[in-house]
């Protein structure tokens, strides 16, 4: 693994060896990528950031690393200069991996096909958001401990959320059934799975997963309100009642609170919503091990036993 831009490059193994690394940074089975002297890795943020920004850098200070914080605002981006001779001069100064979030689709897998170092994608416009997939697969995993035919349903802006995109890969890659629901003018025809009415799918799901609606890269308003979005789209307390026992709620956050969800549901026993921010810091841990050290250290697995389990996740 040079890169990591899309759930797309990785096999099912590949996906449990990070998954078992993340599990050994949250039992704090780990030590420092930085044994001989500092190691810099740079975090350029094209495009506004909480979540992912703030537990990257959770996961690198706890790694040792060294942040070198880009701000778009007080850069030479303002004086014209190019994304890839910023990012390349980020790489010539001694950054040994790129963290990039950037609004245009496919840009990050782009300057990864450029540059000397590994590139990490922290988001790309509507394309892809691999670690928050990988996050996601995460919390499944803890969950339920397998992954063939796990009954996933995604509900909301399939069309526009580049989180959507990477899970409906590493979800086919592991053998889920997912299933989607949405309006009928997000859905996207490139996301090969059924759309299902919410209210039926509903009750048949192990997890449902809600997305935002991204405002930000829509074309054209909706012409809903936030109350009829919820009504018919939204995951309400009547629906959550309808769930299976043991299903759970995902949302890669910001959540528009009654909107894509009821208020009330946001911290209720089945949602993960928090719990996925927690594992984003591991995953994205066992991320930088991967590329910066080939995910040497920790694992404990010898690594063919686990490409062989991993048929039978
Ligand atoms: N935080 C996720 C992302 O950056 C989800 C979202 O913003 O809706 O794509």
């Not at 002297?37 to 979540?51: I, M, Q």
Request: proline content about 3%.
């Amino acid at each position: 693994m040079n890169h990591f831009v899309s759930m797309k490059d990785l096999s099912a193994g590949e996906i449990q060896q990070l998954i078992k690394l993340a599990e050994q940074y949250e039992r704090g089975q780990y030590s420092n990528l930085t044994k001989e002297g500092k190691r810099f890795v740079a975090n350029l943020f094209y495009e506004p950031s909480t979540r992912t920004k703030m537990s990257f850098e959770v996961a690198e200070k706890k790694l040792g690393l060294e942040i070198l914080d880009f701000h778009c605002d007080s850069s030479s981006e303002q004086k014209g200069e190019s994304i890839y001779d910023t990012a390349k001069t980020f790489s010539s100064i001694g950054a040994e991996a790129l963290i990039i979030r950037h609004p245009v689709d496919n840009q990050v897998q782009l300057l990864a096909e450029q540059l000397p170092v590994p590139v990490i994608n922290a988001g790309d416009g509507k394309g892809e958001h691999p670690t928050q997939s990988l996050l996601d697969l995460y919390t499944m995993y803890k969950e339920f401990s397998y992954f063939k035919d796990l009954k996933v349903l995604m509900i909301g802006d399939i069309l526009h959320s580049r989180v959507a995109r990477s899970n409906a890969l590493a979800l086919k890659t592991l053998g889920a059934e997912v299933f989607l629901s949405c309006p009928k003018e997000w859905q996207d025809p490139n996301i090969d799975y059924p759309y299902l009415d919410l209210d039926e799918a509903i009750e048949h799901c192990d997890v449902a997963m809600l997305l935002r609606i991204q405002l930000e890269r829509h074309q054209h308003q909706t012409n809903l309100s936030a109350q009829q979005y919820l009504a018919r789209y939204g995951l309400t307390k009547e629906r959550e009642q309808r769930m299976k026992s043991n299903a759970i709620i995902m949302h890669p956050a910001p959540v528009n609170r009654n909107v894509e969800i009821e208020d009330c549901l946001v911290e209720c026993e089945r949602s993960r919503i928090f719990k996925q921010m927690e594992y984003g810091v591991y995953t994205r841990m066992a991320v930088l091990n991967m590329l910066l050290n080939k995910g040497d250290e920790a694992v404990g697995e010898n690594h063919q036993t686990m490409y062989a389990h991993a048929q039978q996740w």
